[in-house]
Nanobody, 123 residues
Framework: QVQLVESGGGLVQAGGSLRLSCAAS????????MGWFRQAPGKEREFVAN???????YYADSVKGRFTISRDNAKNTVYLLMNSLKPEDTAVYYC?????????????????WGQGTQVTVSS
């Protein structure tokens, strides 16, 4: 069982930056792929980024060049650095863990989910 706890959300002006963190429990964190997803009000949850256990990274087109996903296996933590934020980035951001280690843009690949952290970008 893996427990995930996100932090770092908040209110920021357009053009600003935030760094989200997701702390994971368990001793096998380094073997998991980790993903970030988001859900805006009235919309479906969507893929943002993932990082495999080999450190391969993949981004949604909407965030490519602005967001960076990274991981620190010594701290059992995955990060999402968000730069040049836009009002359309406003959403609840969720991290998720994929025990296969490879990750995917599809939510079904992920067995464990955090509770989410709110990010609000004002115009």
């Amino acid at each position: 069982q893996v427990q995930l706890v996100e932090s770092g959300g908040g209110l920021v002006q357009a053009g600003g930056s935030l760094r989200l963190s997701c702390a994971a429990s368990g001793r096998t964190f380094s073997r998991y792929a980790m993903g970030w997803f988001r859900q805006a009000p009235g919309k479906e949850r969507e893929f943002v980024a993932n990082i495999s256990w080999t450190d391969s990274r993949y981004y949604a087109d909407s965030v490519k060049g602005r967001f960076t996903i990274s991981r620190d296996n010594a701290k059992n933590t995955v990060y999402l650095l968000m730069n040049s934020l836009k009002p359309e980035d406003t959403a609840v951001y969720y991290c998720a863990a994929d025990p296969t280690g490879w990750g995917s843009p599809g939510m079904g690949q992920y067995d464990y989910w955090g509770q989410g952290t709110q990010v609000t970008v004002s115009s």
